[in-house]
C-alpha cells in the first residue's frame, strides 16, 4: 500500500485561492493505481480524467499542456491533523522519491522523524 504526501509551497496559488499551511505537507493520498507513459490520445480512455477534461478550466490550464505523462489515480484522499512543517525550500526536493512508514507519518511532527 503507497501513500502520497503533498504539500502546499505558498501562500497563495495563481488562481487566488489561498492555502491554510504554506511550506507544510498537509496532505496524503492512497495510491490505488499509476498509470505509466500515458499518451494524449489515451487520456479521453481513463474514466477518472473525465471529470477534469469536461472541465474547461482545467483542461485550460493543465490536461491540454500534458505529454507523454503517468497518472496517479488514489482512492483516498486526507488532511493531516498537525500538518508537518517544511524547514525550506530544499526539503521538499530532498523528498521526492523518499519513503517511509504509516507509524513514523501519525506520530511525525517534524520531517525528519519520517525516516
Known sequence: MQY?????TTKQESDGTKNEHPRHIAYYGKVKEIIYDIHPSDYIHIPELQPLMNDPDFWDEEISRWGITNVVLLSEVGTFKNPLPLQNGLEARYLVNKTTTLPLLRNAT???ELY
Do not use: N
Open 4 to 8: 502520497l504526501l503533498f504539500y502546499e
Open 110 to 112: 517534524y520531517i525528519d
